[in-house]
Nanobody, 123 residues
Framework: QVQLVESGGGLVQPGGSLRLSCAAS????????MGWYRQAPGKQRELVAT???????NYADSLKGRFTISRDNAKNTVYLQMNSLKPEDTAVYTC?????????????????WGQGTQVTVSS
């Protein structure tokens, strides 16, 4: 299995910045895409950004220019730098990993999700 540990969430004032981290561990053979999603109260989960193993990125149109996704392949870690935060960015942010593991003699590819970290933007 793959364990995902997220950190970096919290309370920040409008206009402030936060950096989220998500570290993957376990019987990992390879990690393909990594990404961040968010879910605000009363809303559906939405894509924030993804990044491939080669570094190609994809962002929600509304977040381009404020959020930056990056990864450290040596550490199996994905980051989300969030700048100029707005109250509407308040949500639970969850990381996602498309990973390949070796378990019980079988190679398995699956999607793995973190537990989520709360980001609250408020004065």
């Amino acid at each position: 299995q793959v364990q995902l540990v997220e950190s970096g969430g919290g309370l920040v004032q409008p206009g402030g910045s936060l950096r989220l981290s998500c570290a993957a561990s376990g019987s990992i053979l390879r990690i393909n895409a990594m990404g961040w999603y968010r879910q605000a109260p009363g809303k559906q989960r939405e894509l924030v950004a993804t990044i491939t193993s080669g570094g190609s990125t994809n962002y929600a149109d509304s977040l381009k220019g404020r959020f930056t996704i990056s990864r450290d392949n040596a550490k199996n870690t994905v980051y989300l730098q969030m700048n100029s935060l707005k109250p509407e960015d308040t949500a639970v942010y969850t990381c996602n990993v498309d990973g390949v593991i070796y378990t019980r003699g079988v190679v398995v590819r699956n999607d793995y999700w973190g537990q989520g970290t709360q980001v609250t933007v408020s004065s």
